[in-house]
Every structure is written in C-alpha cells, then in structure tokens.
C-alpha cells in the first residue's frame, strides 16, 4: 500500500501498523507521530492500522530560544 511520511511517498505490505512505518524511516526517539493529523501515542504504535493513502507526520521537538 502506498502512504505518506512527511509528504514523501512511502510503499508498506497490507495490513501494516504505524511501527512498521516509523521503523522504514529509521525513527529515533524523540519524536511524535500522527496518522491523518491525528496525534497517535507511543503506546498505540505498534497496534495502529495504516490504509493506503495515509499520511504520516513525523515531528521532533526544537530546542532554542
């Protein structure tokens, strides 16, 4: 199935979850994740269903001033 992750495409196996996603990209904490803008915890990665043509923010904080 073909998604988004920061609005680059992305293609992962039927019935994927969000880990599988973020393990793609090779993810590194800190980071938050949302599906379709909408804000996913950590502790529902690995159990969130993905469908073709989502979208995948990946957001790390900024630090500064």
Do not use: W
Not at 3 to 27: E, F, Y
């Amino acid at each position: 199935m073909n998604i988004l992750i920061n609005d680059v495409p992305h293609t992962l196996p039927p019935g994927a979850k969000l880990s599988d996603a973020l393990v793609l990209i090779n993810a590194t904490p800190p980071f938050a994740a949302a599906v379709n803008r909408q804000f996913v915890p950590r502790s529902n990665y690995a159990s969130h269903p993905l469908r073709p043509e989502d979208r995948i923010e990946v957001i790390r904080p900024v630090t500064g001033g």
